[in-house]
């Protein structure tokens, strides 16, 4: 939505795009600090804040255009206002924190685990009486219930149109009236049994966690951490990891195959991270051992050394930039169909041979809303049923010779009935048709 504002001056740029989220995730990483720095001092909250910069998966993610980054800055946004609203309590600021917790889940519903260190902070400070404040349940449940709204909205779009992405539905599907007859390969973000009891799926996730998200240092002191954080302060801490682990167990499909997913358990592992590393961020430690000007320029050059070798051995390039990797043909293609297309024209477009359904690439660089199916799922009769019931204009695809070899209907449909719409400077794969054309 931010986004959308911004373009409306600055024309659609990704450059836009990724500036909006490095904004959210610099405000994530203050946030973090002003949390940390209640719960565990002015070190504290600047070492955990500062593993939360570093991390290369808070990194990575900090620059791409996801709803992750502005859900885990509104999550920790929402525990430190509410940590100011108990110390200070005034309208405003109850205002704000439940309207964090809000915002938070309705940028992304994972948010909900932030409940759990709002009642730890609740805890704190008023004990078991706060299981009895009547503002604190109204708080709660009025942003549950503004959560659901959103979401049961969004869910009647997914059904009415198949133009978004339903939550609560199977993830890369559409409804069957969009797609009849189509069986989808769908990935479940629930826990199975054999995900449940797999050893390489908690060496996976254990190396991610070491290595991606946290790195080896940064692994180590949050483990140090669960036993050093101060008890007076530590348990909007505990609760937040406890209901991490909870949500990872839960839905450990999605977390296995989905590095973003780790995101939301991230912060109390800074937290503990910070507890652990707080004497090094003293400035009286800094000042006795590093002092004046030349042992701040030692400081940052040994610091800048670590952070580079913590990327590298990341492993962030190879797996998540994937320079060697990149899937360069959508940018041009993309620009190639949005030049021969009408803007409000929906389109139905085939990206991969196989895991492409629900697939944004060529819709998005195509500037265009429709409808993205992979080989495997498309058919004539759902491109004729979209055509005539839900007006799509145009058929795009990426990977033409495999679409014309395993679905003759679809490629018999297309080429004899459809004006093929002549495409400059692209590849051979690349075919658009005019469906309005459709004899």
Known sequence: WTTGLLWRVTGESQVVGRIVAIVWSVLGVAALYGLGRRLLGRAGGLAAASLMAVSPGVVYFGRTFLSDTPMLTLMIAAVWAWEVWFERPTRAM??????????????????????????????RHRGWAAAV????????????AVTAAWYFHA????????LTQAVFRPSGTYPPDIAPGVTFVSVSHWAT????????TWSQLGDRFWQLHLTAFGAAGALLGVWLAPWRTRLPIDLWALAGVLLLVVALEGQYWHEFHQLPLLPPLFLYFGAAAAPL????????????????????????????????ASGVVLHLYRPDNLQAIFPDVGDAVRAATAPEAPLITVDYE???????????????????????SISAAVVDGLRTRHGA????????????????????????????????????????????TAQ
């Open 155 to 162: 869910d009647r779009l997914f059904l009415e149109t198949g």
């Open 393 to 436: 204009a145009y058929f795009a695809t990426a990977t033409w010779s495999e679409l014309a070899r395993t679905r003759a209907d679809l490629a018999a449909y297309l080429t004899g009935r459809c004006k093929e719409v002549d495409l400059q400077d692209v590849p051979s794969e690349v075919r658009l048709f005019d469906l309005r």
């Open 354 to 376: 196989a895991g492409g359904a629900n697939s944004p690439m060529l819709l998005y660089f195509a500037r265009r809303q429709g409808w993205s199916f992979d080989v495997a």
């Open 281 to 312: 961020f003293e400035p009286e430690w800094r000042r006795q051992r590093l002092p004046g000007l030349r042992g701040a320029l030692v400081l940052t050059a040994v610091a800048a050394v670590v952070v580079v070798q913590l990327l590298r």
């Open 133 to 144: 404040d009547a503002r604190l349940w109204g708080a709660m449940l009025g942003a549950l």
């Open 94 to 123: 109850f205002l704000l924190a439940t309207a964090l917790v809000a915002l938070s889940a309705l940028v992304k519903l994972p948010a909900i685990l932030v409940l759990a260190p709002v009642a730890g902070v609740a805890l």
């Open 193 to 200: 049994a054999a995900r449940l009891f797999a050893i390489e």
